[in-house]
């Protein structure tokens, strides 16, 4: 037994052995310096770019930084890096050509990072989905809507669909559609509307609101009244105003109209006939 410990320790090529101890400094090294050259990424970016555009680019630092130590330690193990790349080159067309959906949302992923629509923490709207942007990933967006629920957006669906960025600037508009009878004065009516933005502490005096005649309606005046607000305080606002419109045309005695339905037979000037039909007593 000891003679064929000795035999293996002999046939052992001290080339090899420093070889591979040359490789496992280059790995330690590469680690210390992508992780040192990622750190500095984030210090240079957070001033200038987003978190996930931050994140992106010490992902690209650290990977590749280390990807050239590895192709070094490879290349000191007797390793023919042509040969490495000619079948990464390979295995990647190959891989392109079996998941095109995946490459079209990578490239998807990367123009979305390059317009900066959106950030995470952003709210959008995207079709009938409404949420807050939990993460930017390379293949999807991921969103979280205002009942708690999770959806994954691919970022494919992103590029070819509007996408509507509700928190990317710090007011937003109120868009009241209202009805008032034939009767009323408009111009009450306006001072009325007036009145109550201005008792509304969430209502902004500028941009100032806006009061637009918008047609004669089947059973109504419309109107649309327009109110500004801040960002958080917009769904305070739209549950808040309504109520005090209705208790202000109330106090005022303005009425709110609804739909109203006529019958007739005949000619249209003559009242609608009843008869009352009195119910006999049966024996």
Not at 10 to 15: E, F, H, K, V, Y
Not at 69 to 81: D, H, K, Q, Y
Not at 175 to 197: N, T
Request: net charge negative; hydrophobic share 50%.
């Amino acid at each position: 037994m000891g003679e064929l410990f000795t035999g293996m320790i002999d046939s052992i090529n001290p080339a090899t052995v420093a070889a591979v101890f040359r490789a496992a400094i280059l790995l330690a090294i590469g680690l210390l310096v992508a992780s040192l050259a990622s750190r500095l990424t984030r210090r240079l970016t957070q001033d200038h770019f987003g978190i996930h555009s931050q994140t992106l680019f010490r992902r690209i630092v650290f990977y590749g930084l280390l990807g050239l130590f590895i192709a070094s330690a490879m290349r000191e193990l007797g390793f023919s890096l042509a040969v490495i790349m000619g079948a990464a080159g390979v295995l990647t067309v190959a891989i392109g050509f079996a998941s095109q959906t995946t490459a079209s949302n990578l490239i998807s992923g990367l123009f979305l990072i390059g317009e900066r629509s959106f950030e995470i923490g952003d709210t959008i709207r995207v079709g009938g989905t409404t949420g807050e942007v939990l993460s930017i990933d390379a293949l999807s967006v991921k969103l979280r809507t205002f009942d708690n629920l999770f959806v994954r957006i691919p970022n494919e669906t992103l590029i070819k669909s509007e996408v509507t960025t509700l928190s990317r600037f710090p007011i937003r508009r109120l868009d009241l559609m209202l009805g008032v009878a034939y009767k009323e004065d408009i111009g009450r009516v306006r001072e009325v509307l007036m009145a109550v933005a201005d008792a509304n502490t969430l209502c902004l005096d500028e941009p100032a609101p806006l009061f637009i005649f918008t047609g004669f309606g089947d059973s109504a005046l419309e109107i649309q009244f327009s109110v500004w607000a801040k960002r958080e305080n917009f769904l305070a606002l739209r549950n808040g105003i309504t109520a005090d419109i209705k208790a202000a045309f109330d106090e005022a005695g303005i009425e709110i109209p609804f739909p109203h339905r006529s019958i007739y037979v005949g000619e249209v000037t003559k009242p609608f006939p009843v008869v009352m039909v009195e119910e006999r007593e049966k024996p």
